[in-house]
């Protein structure tokens, strides 16, 4: 009779690199316990605070609204064994703006002869249309590789905005013991607000 132990020596093996693996990739929570939060006790912590697992050197998005009346402050922590000691990041806005768009159009038209009886012919017309379209534009609001790479930006909204912050993972140059399929890693970008202080006479 085969030793139990022979058996279940493997598979504990095999669990324990599988839950490795996820809890590797298991981000979700990442800027719920790696974040610094504000030594200001006035901030509490946005609902729009998210984590994700990030390539390096693919640019991730998070699209966020800040509203008129609030300060804000936005961190990012991540895994630097991975990630690197840094992140890149952009705040940018988002504003619908009308474009005029012209495009070509074929109308269908009937044929009359010189005494304005319809032939039963048709014929086909182009013509040129100008209509209006709305899109995206993207305005940079800040850069951190304008503020010393910076990992935390702190402002006052004086009107409703649709954000998008923007982060590139750079890594890190490849350590000893670690395969280079091992570029993905935690990121965490967490979101602090509080009404803007009142100052002045």
Known sequence: MRP???SIIPACLALT???T????YDCSDYHKFNCDRSTDPRFSVNGQSKSASVQVGVPTE???IVYRGQDYRISFCFDERIIGDH???RLVEK?????QVTMDAVDTVQVFDDNGEPTGEIRQVKRTETKTEFADDRKVLWDNTEHEMAQT???TCTSTKRLVV???APGVDQPKGRTKDMDIGCVGILIEHMPTPQLGF
Do not use: W
Not at 95 to 99: C, D, L, S
């Open 4 to 6: 139990l132990y022979r």
């Open 17 to 19: 690199c599988l839950q």
């Open 21 to 24: 693996a996820t809890a590797q």
């Open 62 to 64: 998070l699209n966020i």
């Open 87 to 89: 992140v890149v990041a």
């Open 95 to 99: 504003v619908r703006v009308p474009h």
């Open 153 to 155: 930006v702190e402002f």
């Open 166 to 168: 923007e982060v590139v």
